[in-house]
Each structure stands twice: as C-alpha cells, then as structure tokens.
C-alpha cells in the first residue's frame, strides 16, 4: 500500500520461470532427436524416396526423376545429425542419385546436358542446405546450453531472494518485539481466527469513515476492547486509507476471536516494494509518495500484532488487538519461523 512500485517475489518470479523454460525446451526437444535415431530416419527417408523415383519410373517410363527431391533427407539429416551427418547424407544421396539417372536412362552413363545441369544443382544445393541447416543446428545447441545456463542462474537467484526475504521476516519480527510479521497468502489467512461479522467495501473516503463507524458500534455492542478501542480505529483507517491510496479500492473485514478483535484489510494495488518494507514497517510516516496516514509504524505500536503479506496482486495487513496483550498470536506467529536464536530474542 505504501509503495506502488512493481513487486515480483519469488513465487511470482519462480512460475514465470517455470513457463518461460517449458515454452524453450518445447522448442528445443524438436531439434533434439537422439543420434542413432536421426540416423536411421535419415537414411529410411532417403531409401523411401529412391523406392518411391524407381516405382514412379517404372510407371511413367517417360518421366525423368526430379533430384530436389534428394534435399528433402539431406535436411532432415543435417538438422537432427549437424553439419558432418549433412555431408555423409549428401554423400549417399548423389550417389543414389547417380544410379537413378543411370538406371532411367537410355543411354547409360552418357549423360546429356539437362542430366549434368540436374546433377550439379542436387550437388550445389545439397551443401548449401548442409552448411546452413548445419549452422542453424549448431545456433540451437548454443542457445539450449545459454538456456540451461541462465536457468540455473535464475534458480540460484530466487534462492538468494527468498533467503533475503526470510532474513527480513526474522529482523522485522524481532526488532518490533514480535509484533509485526511478513507472510505469505496462506500465512496471513491461516492467522484469521474467529468469525467474520462484518464486512465493506472501501471505495471512497466516505466508506473509510462508514468503515470505522460500523466497526466501533459492533466493538461496543460486544463489549470489547474499551480501553484500546481509539487504537484499533486508527489502525484499521489507516490502513483502509492506504488501500483506497495506493490500490484505488480495497475490502475491510471484522473478526471476533473471544477477547481478540481482528481486522483484516485488502486490496489487488501492485503491493509494497520489498526495497521500501522496511522502512515503511520502521520509520514514522515514511511513503515513497507523499502520505496522508501515519505509517506502519504507528500502526504496529497500536495494535497488539500486525501482519502484512505483499505482493505484485495486492496487499492484505491483519490486525489483532486484545483488551489485555496475549501471547496466544505470538506463539502462533513464532512457530512458523523456529529460528532459535530468533526465539531468545523475543
């Protein structure tokens, strides 16, 4: 909420990794054919095509065989076998394609002009598709080792971030006495108890102020929380303030949990930046925008635990606040991050 700045965290970050290498490898697995198989398709498809010359002669004996038909396997083999694989494809292709032009002519071996000029194109053409198929081959393997390459970098990349993020989840915890804690969506939601009795949406100043009015006449129809009341108003507007802010709009719920009052605040803004989270957790009324609200600050002094969970698809901050400071949320808290040296500290 107080900083609008684009958020990727690592989950975000780890399935867009996982789409953009499924998306790379399906293209890299159709020009990664095992050798032997390449091989043995190659020459099939070579002797299919010389079977298929002979029987259309021996048809149609006035018809000449067409020899373009011959770079139809130098490709395939060049493609799948590289470049070297290309040049023995070709080698048995012109050969091939020598005895057709042979055994469909008349004269034998004497060859006349038009079989020379076919001859001589099968053979320009055939290394000319070698070279370039080959290089294009020779492309794709570089470009699947730089792929794996990059992977593995990113994946190193995440781990560091997702250990950086821990690190300020313990710090935060620790320094604010237990009191505010960085979670996931399902760690803030496991951390809602009790049931909801009331629920707005914040869509403008008027239901911020509707928001805080309805949650006050609830609090005191139950006879909660009396003497801290005036803190879980300003926790609570504070926040919806910084939802309808930063996010344009946002959803205010209430929960009662025996003497426990939660509020749980929401939005889909594009979250705080985990560069800002500390400051904004610590210092007094810092925003990377100019803030009309308090800060997270006064917020987590007020109430009794914060939890905020941040992400580049909204924010959601619970507040609890009890008539008399319970250690119930703090050990529930704590039990998701069981860091010894964390627990002596708090």
């Known amino acids: 909420m107080i900083s609008t700045s684009r958020v990727v965290t690592p989950l975000t970050a780890r399935s867009k990794l996982t789409d953009s290498k499924s998306r790379i490898n399906r293209l890299l697995r159709a020009t990664a054919l095992p050798r032997a198989f390449g091989a043995l398709a190659s020459i099939g498809l070579l002797a299919l095509l010389c ?27 060049t493609s799948v076998l590289g470049t070297r694989g290309g ?5 048995i292709s012109l050969v091939a394609a020598r005895y057709l032009m042979v055994a469909t ?21 055939s290394i000319i598709i070698s070279i370039v198929v080959g290089r294009l081959r020779h492309t794709l ?25 821990a690190a300020h989840r313990e710090i935060l915890l620790a320094v604010t006495g237990s009191r505010l804690v960085v979670c996931d969506p399902q760690e803030i939601r496991e951390l809602v108890r009790g049931e909801k009795v009331l629920e707005y949406n914040i869509e403008s100043a008027r239901d911020i102020s509707e928001t805080r009015v309805a949650f006050k006449r609830k609090i005191q129809e139950l006879g909660l929380i009396s003497e ?37 605040i929401w939005d889909k803004g594009t979250g705080i930046a985990p560069v800002d989270l500390a400051r904004a957790a610590l210092e007094k009324g810092y925003s990377t925008r100019v803030s009309l609200g ?11 635990r914060l939890a905020i969970c941040t992400s580049e698809k909204g924010t959601i901050i619970l507040i609890a606040i009890n008539e008399h400071v319970s250690n119930d949320f703090e050990h529930s808290i704590l039990s998701r991050f069981p860091t010894r040296e964390l627990h002596e500290l708090v």
């Not at 040049?87 to 080698?91: D, K, L, N, Q, R």
């Not at 002519?105 to 099968?122: C, K």
């Open 105 to 125: 002519n008349s004269s034998g071996w004497q060859l006349d002009i038009s079989d020379i000029v076919d001859f001589s194109g099968l053979a320009i053409g």
């Open 228 to 264: 801290r009341l005036h803190d879980f108003e300003a926790c609570t507007t504070e926040a919806a303030t910084n939802a309808l802010k930063h996010a344009g709009c946002g959803t205010a719920e209430l929960y009662i949990h025996g003497k426990d009052v939660l509020a749980l």
């Open 87 to 91: 040049i023995v494809v070709t080698v």
């Open 51 to 77: 079977a298929a010359i002979a029987i259309a002669h021996r048809a149609y004996p006035a018809c000449r065989p067409t020899l373009t038909f011959f770079l139809i396997p130098i490709a395939f083999a």
């Open 141 to 165: 393997s570089d470009v699947r080792r730089m792929h794996k390459t990059i992977i593995e970098a990113d994946k190193k990349l995440i781990e560091s971030e997702e250990l950086r993020i």
């Open 294 to 304: 308090m800060g997270f600050k006064i917020m987590w002094e007020m109430a009794d």
